[in-house]
T-cell receptor
């Protein structure tokens, strides 16, 4: 089946430093989504990317979909303690009846 | 606005006991419904999804089952729990399979 990988598994940063997590798929994707899960909470949808090379920004967060639609990245500029949590990508391959496959997540810790 | 409810929030059950977790959605009709399991510090594993009443698809063979007796009600069950069933169970809904998913608050299940 489809595999979705994320790196790194864990990232510890000092507040104010930048952070990037990468999502890679073994197959070409039609859509990719990003979610954030705060400690003890549930995943919350952040964004969806559908076009090759697409870049979307949400304040300090920048999301990018690779040209080949096999990878994606999430970059946070100048991290804050409120950014703490686990970031998941979820990948969808083309085809009827397909569901999003979640990556294992990147756990971000921000030291004040 | 749409709301998703899950109960109970936490549950401690002995091995071999039955299980019933309930999820209900308000404010939308004919949603896609999903059950996920998240082991401690891990990603989300899709267990079941449903595109309509009485329609259940299983992603992972195991001792769990799901039912959708009403349009906005999704139930996860087991006749006999195993230690390996411990985890964080999340219910989610979406309009279509390629749309964003909205997660409930989850149920933390500990099997002793």
């Amino acid at each position: 089946g489809q595999q979705v990988m994320q790196i790194p598994q864990y990232q510890h940063v000092q507040e104010g430093e930048d952070f990037t997590t990468y999502c890679n798929s073994s197959t070409t994707l039609s859509n990719i989504q990003w979610y954030k899960q705060r400690p003890g909470g549930h995943p919350v949808f952040l964004i969806q990317l559908v076009k090759s090379g697409e870049v979307k920004k949400q304040k300090r967060l920048t999301f990018q979909f690779g040209e080949a639609k096999k990878n994606s990245s999430l970059h946070i500029t100048a991290t804050q303690t409120t950014d703490v949590g686990t970031y998941f990508c979820a990948a969808l391959t083309a085809g009827y009846g397909q569901n999003f496959v979640f990556g294992p997540g990147t756990r971000l810790s921000v030291l004040p | 606005s749409q709301t998703i409810h899950q109960w109970p929030a936490t549950l401690v059950q002995p091995v071999g006991s039955p299980l019933s977790l309930e999820c209900t959605v308000e404010g939308t009709s004919n949603p896609n419904l999903y059950w996920y399991r998240q082991a401690a510090g891990r990603g989300l594993q899709l267990l079941f999804y449903s595109v309509g009443i009485g329609q259940i698809s299983s992603e992972v063979p195991q001792n769990l089952s799901a039912s959708r007796p009403q349009d906005r009600q999704f139930i996860l069950s087991s006749k006999k729990l195993l230690l390996s069933d411990s985890g964080f169970y999340l219910c989610a809904w979406s309009v279509y399979s390629y749309n964003e998913q909205f997660f409930g608050p989850g149920t933390r299940l500990t099997v002793l």
